[in-house]
């Protein structure tokens, strides 16, 4: 099974590379955007006979390794690879 | 006393707190290897600056994996003194010895340069050869050491005194510009809540000589001599 998981800065955690990034957007011309935040994807295989399986397993890899609580958040996505 | 230092692959100032220990200040200081699965006797472990694995991931969060880790996890769960410097500090925030995590500086910029720090609680292990609200001069060169945690976290780790130092101006004052890298609560180094972990992003292994930086460090590692001589003593005491 594929696994994605995007792992993003907590919203009340500064994320001062989205600033930067906001503020070159601005200058750029793009007047209209907001709430740059920068995170990471992460693809990985896992082997699993369910869905279920697998969610269970990347929920478990990201408690334990892929995403620290404290300042990040993450979602994940599983499909038949 | 007996010193362990860790060297991981990518540890940087492993040579500097062995220098620190054991020819300035004399004590018995030997290098732990990362793949050790025991510490060798140490009665306080130091883990080093650095960028161990890499940093990659997150800086400290491979580090956490290493086979000596689980010692220094049962050390400290066993009352162990461990002290964590720069890199050291994010793997004890990683390995959930500490609380809270280091993220990027605010200025996005690797920061090289003397801080103030003023002692915040002098009644610890590694801060006891200090006053409350002593002012010590030490380096910092970090890229991540903007310290991070929940409000209500730092609410009860500030009533409890787990936050040792504070990175302050020349006059003792804490303020946004004297705030090198953004961290909350201008916040240079905590404790955890039993007091026997200590980690902070300052070096004292760079201030030891008068001649390099002068010798601030020194105050807290002897603070740390001093309080296993004390325990030493009490002991003693009480076995007699």
Redesign the interface.
Known sequence: MLVKVFVTPRKDILDPQGRAVEQSLKSLGFKNVSDVRIGKYITLNVEASSLEEARAEAARMCEQLLANPVIEDYRFEVENS | MKWGVIRFPGSLDDADALWALGEVMGQEARALWHKDETLGGAECVVLPGGFSYGDY??CG?IARFAPIMRAVAHFAAEGGLVIGICNGFQIL??ARLLP??L??????SFICQPVTVRVENAATPFTCAARKGDLLRLPIKHGEG?Y???EAELDAMERRGQVLLRYVDDRGEASDAANPN?SMRSIAGVANERFNVFGLMPHPEHAVESALFGQDGLRLFESIVLSRSSLRLSQERAVR
């Open positions: 991931l997150r969060a925030c990683e809270g995590a993220t990027r500086n605010r200025s996005l903007r991070v945690a929940p953004g």
